[in-house]
């Protein structure tokens, strides 16, 4: 069993920043990956950008390439969203996630076994 927590989200303006932090309880293994999936009411939730646990490398969607950075904390079930040049379309509930995969592709929500609650970002113009 594991479980996410969010926290880091706020109202900021265009131009700011913000680092969203998942803190994991439960068993982590570093085979699993983790990422950060956003969602606007009544859509369906899209990839941000995620960390291989094992080798450390990274994926993002080409509007979180070059303004976002995923991270994780060396000896700590912590893994961070560094949130740079934030603009209004940025505005979203950011979900934490984590999974052990099956040969499926780290960019779709439903290959994810656990999920945090979200954090709500707001960016204003």
């Known amino acids: 069993q594991v479980q996410l927590l969010e926290s880091g989200g706020g109202v900021v303006q265009a131009g700011d920043s913000l680092r969203l932090s998942c803190v994991a309880s439960?068993?982590?293994?570093?085979?699993?990956?983790m990422g950060w999936f956003r969602q606007d009411p009544g859509k369906e939730r899209k990839f941000v950008a995620a960390?291989?646990?094992?080798?450390?490398?990274?994926d993002y969607t080409d509007s979180a390439k070059g303004r976002f950075t995923i991270s994780r904390e060396n000896a700590k079930a912590t893994v961070h969203l560094q949130m740079n040049s934030l603009k209004p379309e940025d505005t979203a509930v950011y979900y934490c996630?984590?999974?052990?995969?099956?040969?499926?592709?780290?960019?779709?929500?439903?290959?994810?076994?656990?999920w945090g609650q979200g954090t709500q970002v707001t960016v204003s113009s």
């Open positions: 439960g068993r982590i293994f570093s085979s699993m990956v």
């Open positions: 996630a984590a999974g052990v995969f099956h040969g499926a592709t780290i960019r779709i929500a439903r290959a994810y076994t656990y």
């Open positions: 960390v291989y646990l094992r080798s450390n490398s990274t």
